[in-house]
């Protein structure tokens, strides 16, 4: 099959979860202004950005599959890491010093809640998360770990059909018979598995063509999707208040068919260099909006009105992203890469150099008399003796 040109829509689309994200945190969130949201922006518009998170699960299931094809395990683990962490290790030293520093706070991460951190299994071993937006990489890190054994197989249609099942017939009786979590809802990452096999299911379709078994996949996720969506638009409740379920029902299938005109190339007239520039971006602007951004609306509320504050904010976040991609990430991925390439190598070496050494050709004269041995006992071909 002919390689594909980028789908610069998915940048684009990526960059949309980033700022519907950031725009939930600026605007709905006590967090941020320490003290009501709803005070400094009464009328809410962003209520229900915290699906932007849920975007980004339905990109990467997209995105995953379209990567890591034909690849094999080595090469699919290096390229998540290279991925993950060059722009990870900073947000978590800049938070972690941003903690340390800032008064009156209640809680101050210690020298190994940082070293914890670092290596994003945090929530795996119980620790705190320096950052809260560290959640999302939690659940994205076990999507990654179950579909590596799948590469760890080999991507075929069919294989890749029967993990989206499997994986969503798993998630439906983990959530019906054990409501209460633990260690499967844990590893079947139950609340957000039917956004990850959404994106897999529309990558299927654009791969391959549409199909029954496509269509399934996104339909059943979809439905899978809805109960823990209704169920944390309830918590963002105040007061016991009954908030409607109608908008984040609507809003999540709006991104669902966004997905799916994708895999069907109706999109593909989106396209530009700057929707690549942007999806670059994405990531460290997600991992350090909050944080930063959050010091900065906090510090200034009293200073500047709070409508031209947060536009000014985002500015200077999507600045900053921009500095991390050029500074840290664009300098430090591909170091990563040489370097656990070379770990990789080292640690297999020893077997490949003796393999090498047993492989390796006799001189002229030692083998002299295997190569007169052979042309004695080898039978002419075509007349050609000795060939």
Not at 4 to 17: I, M, Q, W
Not at 29 to 42: D, G, K, L, M, Y
Not at 234 to 255: C, D, M, T
Request: glycine content about 6%; charged content about 15%.
């Amino acid at each position: 099959m002919t390689e594909r040109p980028r789908l610069e829509v998915l940048d684009g689309l990526r960059f949309v979860a980033a700022m519907s994200v950031l725009a939930y945190h600026y605007t709905a969130i006590a967090h941020v202004w320490h003290r009501s949201a709803a005070e400094v922006f009464p009328s809410q518009p962003f209520a229900h950005g915290w699906l932007g998170v849920h975007l980004f699960f339905l990109i990467s299931g997209f995105v995953i599959c379209l990567s890591s094809w034909g690849r094999g395990i080595g090469s699919f683990l290096l390229s998540r890491a290279v991925r993950l962490y060059p722009a990870y290790w900073l947000s978590v030293l800049v938070v972690a010093a941003g903690l340390t520093v800032w008064p009156g706070l209640p809680w101050r991460p210690t020298t190994l809640d940082v070293l914890v951190n670092l290596t994003m299994f945090q929530d795996a071993v119980g620790a705190p998360e320096i950052a809260d937006v560290y959640w999302s990489l939690w659940a994205e890190l076990r999507f990654y770990l179950l579909f590596s054994l799948l590469v760890w197989w080999g991507l075929t249609y069919r294989r890749v059909v029967a993990f989206c099942a499997l994986w969503l017939g798993a998630t439906a009786l983990a959530t019906a018979f054990l409501p209460d979590g633990g260690v499967v809802q844990t590893v079947l990452t139950t609340d957000y598995a039917p956004l990850f096999t959404a994106g897999i299911g529309c990558y299927l379709m654009y791969r391959f063509r549409p199909t029954f078994a496509s269509w399934a996949i996104v339909a059943a996720s979809f439905v899978l999707a809805l109960p823990p969506v209704m169920r944390r638009n309830q918590l963002e409740s105040k007061a016991g208040e009954i908030i409607p379920n109608g908008p984040v029902i609507v809003l999540l299938a709006v991104w669902f068919l966004l997905i799916v005109a994708v895999a069907l190339g109706w999109l593909s007239w989106v396209r530009g260099r700057w929707l690549v520039v942007a999806g670059a971006l994405t990531y460290p602007l997600y991992l350090l909006h909050l944080d930063l951004g959050g010091a900065l609306l906090y510090l200034f509320q009293w200073r500047v009105p709070p409508p031209l504050l947060v536009p000014a904010v985002t500015g200077i976040m999507i600045l900053v992203a921009w500095l991390v991609h050029r500074y840290v990430e664009q300098p430090l991925a591909p170091r990563l890469r040489h370097a656990l390439r070379r770990s990789a190598a080292h640690a297999r070496g020893p077997v490949h150099r003796e393999r090498a050494t047993s492989a390796r050709p006799q001189s002229a004269h030692h083998n002299a008399p295997v190569r007169d041995l052979v042309r004695k006992q080898r039978p002419h071909v075509n007349g050609d003796p000795g060939t």
